[in-house]
């Protein structure tokens, strides 16, 4: 357990003293945050803050990872290193996005079929490796099997599990990124999930049934490859993005950018994956479905009635819009997301209990 202590203090202090210092660095050349016209009016203070943030707690997880690794004198494990493969590959997507928007100075970076290729390559080359590196158990990384507290279900083949993958990696990569429009939002929010999988991993590994025969229940255990090591992970997540986000709370002196928004969604979908948890994460992460949810309903209603249900989305901006001041939408959402994991930890746990 002390590599999961470790791994976020790690982070959090990586994080604390490395931000500032990236800020100074950004800011020195000019990289700006580029404000799109169309957006409330209240954002236009906040052009020219430096952006790409996401930088500071990417090389910080990875960092805290591999420095835990070595005080430990504990070995990586392909689900881990996988994980973290995704979170940084996605991120070196959203960094490209990012750079060009700079560069041109324009709200769009990489083209949509540019960015749907990066994120295809990334996504595709995860789904492929979490299905080998089976362990003396013949467990890898991640199952073809539907999974929500547990796999359940038939096993529907790599092609399915590749196209199902994908849509998750997709889904919650674009979640976080639509979230994070308010300072500190989609921060803070995945702090939370992290630390709720901390927890699972850590719960996973005391219920494993590589160890059924010390376990009172062994038809409760868990059929997870690494669980510990998933922990260690979502620990050094939860710490590099608690100490981002002192620097990134309104009012932010820096945003994650796509670089970032586009990693934590892709660590978000890869913990998920690789816990068995795939539907689960659709109530740990409920802030970032609803508020992908309040783009798919504005846009599916625009075109068929002509006319919109927010009067912005995502969401948080129809909120602004109402009036409500930035920090207050930011709060309040926080809490919407922390009852979303409460919820969320409540059924994997009753879940576990009713095996």
Known sequence: MRQILFAGAIGLFLTLIGTPLLIKLLARKGYGQYIRDDG????GSKRGTPTMGGIAFILATLIAYAVTKVI???????????????????????????YIKIVKQRSLGLRAKAKMAGQLIVGIAFAILSLN????????????????????GWSFGPVIFTIWALFM??????????TDGLDGLATGASVMVFGAYTFIGVWQYQESCANAETLTNPSSCFEVRDPLDLAVVASALMGACFGFLWWNTSPAKIFMGDTGSLALGGALA???ICSRTELLMALLGGLFVLITMSVVIQVGSFRMTGKRVF?????????ELKGW???????????????????????FYAGWRAQ
């Open 325 to 347: 001041s930035e920090v207050l939408v930011v709060v309040r959402f926080w809490i919407i997301q922390g009852m979303c994991v409460i919820v969320g930890l409540g059924i």
């Open 169 to 178: 990696i997709l889904a919650m990569s674009n979640g976080v990124n639509l």
């Open 311 to 319: 009067r912005m989305a995502p969401l948080q901006h129809h909120f």
């Open 133 to 152: 590196f089976a362990d003396a158990r013949q467990q890898t990384p991640a199952s073809d099997r539907l999974s929500f507290v547990q796999d359940f």
């Open 270 to 272: 890869g913990l998920a």
């Open 72 to 98: 430990t004198g504990s070995q990586p494990t392909f689900s881990g290193v996988l994980v973290l493969f995704l979170f940084a590959g996605m991120g070196l997507v959203g960094f490209l996005d990012d």
């Open 40 to 43: 409330p009016r209240t954002h």
